[in-house]
Nanobody
Framework: QVQLVESGGGSVQAGGSLRLSCALS????????MGWFRQAPGKEREGVAA????????YSADSVKGRFTISQDNTKNTVYLQMGSLEPEDTAIYYC??????????????????WGQGTQVTVSS
């Protein structure tokens, strides 16, 4: 039974920072593409960042490049999203997702198989 549990969401003022965590269980972490997505009310879900468990380059959307950083702790089967310089436009529910994967090409453009419940991030001006 695959499970993804997000944590770390909350409310911050513009310019602040938050660190989201996503713990994966139920499948081996050695062969997965892990992604962060977000969805604001009335908007489509958009990919934020992705990282491959086996290493290599990470992927990030242009809208967050330079402000958000995705990372992982393979010993804990956990992926993180460090969010800095937050803006009101970053307000959304943030979801963690996973897909079995090997090799290059890990990005949020893939069709992810497993999804977490989401965690709310609210940025006030």
């Amino acid at each position: 039974q695959v499970q993804l549990v997000e944590s770390g969401g909350g409310s911050v003022q513009a310019g602040g920072s938050l660190r989201l965590s996503c713990a994966l269980s139920g499948i081996t972490y050695s062969g997965v593409c892990m992604g962060w997505f977000r969805q604001a009310p009335g908007k489509e879900r958009e990919g934020v960042a992705a990282i491959y468990s086996g290493g290599g380059s990470t992927y990030s959307a242009d809208s967050v490049k330079g402000r958000f950083t995705i990372s992982q702790d393979n010993t804990k089967n956990t992926v993180y999203l460090q969010m800095g310089s937050l803006e009101p436009e970053d307000t959304a529910i943030y979801y963690c997702a996973a897909k079995r994967w090997r090799g290059v090409g890990c990005s949020t453009r893939l069709a992810f198989t497993y999804w977490g419940q989401g965690t709310q991030v609210t940025v006030s001006s």
